[in-house]
């Protein structure tokens, strides 16, 4: 099921507010977010409509896992799907690791 979020991002001169859409999958202990820019407005500096963010689950808490893909764009594109991960993972109250033996 498709779920919808809006995302506020300070991108170059203005705050923006970025609808999205997205579905979150697990296969075994890997947890694949898709997300798609979901209204008419796109900024400038927001080089993909679509993306993913993966996580591995261990007890509970999830790991980001590092994505080539995302992180090969300007760096608006990258903080802002860091951004999107982070309202996605609030919203859907699961504990992420931030740093090696913390979570949050």
Do not use: H
């Given at each position: ?13 203005d705050q ?12 075994g ?43 090969n ?20 109250k ?11």
């Amino acid at each position: 099921m498709s779920k919808a979020i809006t995302v506020s991002y300070f991108g170059g001169v203005d705050q923006v507010e970025i609808p999205l859409s997205y579905v979150i999958n697990m296969a075994g202990n890997v947890q694949t977010i898709a997300c798609s820019v979901s209204g008419s407005r796109f900024p400038n500096w927001l080089q993909l409509r679509k993306f993913e963010m993966s996580s591995l689950k261990e007890n509970n808490i999830y790991t980001p896992l590092y994505s080539e893909v995302n992180n090969n764009k300007n760096m608006d594109t990258g903080l802002f799907i860091d951004k999107v991960y982070t309202n996605i993972m609030l919203a859907e109250k699961l504990k992420v690791r931030i740093f090696a033996n913390d979570a949050v």
